[in-house]
């Protein structure tokens, strides 16, 4: 299992972690991961980076996707630019049918 990490690198060097999502079972956390990296480079002026990290589930189970990679990130983009007070607010998930 894999937790999928945003991260956005903050004028000191540091990075803040901004969006967890997970954990997954590791195939999906890297393309989930991998498609997340791919929209984060078309904002390069952000300083966005996307990263896994193995974890254990204490449930045993994998979670579903809070919300779609590309949703993810402008819900991280808007939140700052409509608040900018550092809250971790995810869109809620999208009704499965």
């Known amino acids: ?3 999928v990490k945003l991260q956005r690198q903050a004028g ?4 803040a972690v901004v969006a967890t ?11 989930y991961a991998a498609r997340l ?8 002026d952000l300083g966005f980076s996307v990263s896994t990290t193995p974890v254990e589930s204490t449930s045993g189970e994998a979670a579903e996707p809070p919300a779609a990679p590309d949703e993810l990130l402008r819900a991280v983009m808007a939140r700052d630019d409509d608040t900018g007070d ?12």
């Open 86 to 97: 550092g809250d971790h607010d995810l869109p809620e998930p999208a009704p499965h049918s």
């Open 1 to 3: 299992m894999k937790m």
């Open 12 to 15: 000191d060097g540091s990075a």
């Open 21 to 31: 999502v997970g954990p997954m079972q590791d195939a999906e956390a890297d393309t």
């Open 37 to 44: 990296l791919h929209l984060a480079e078309q904002h390069t």
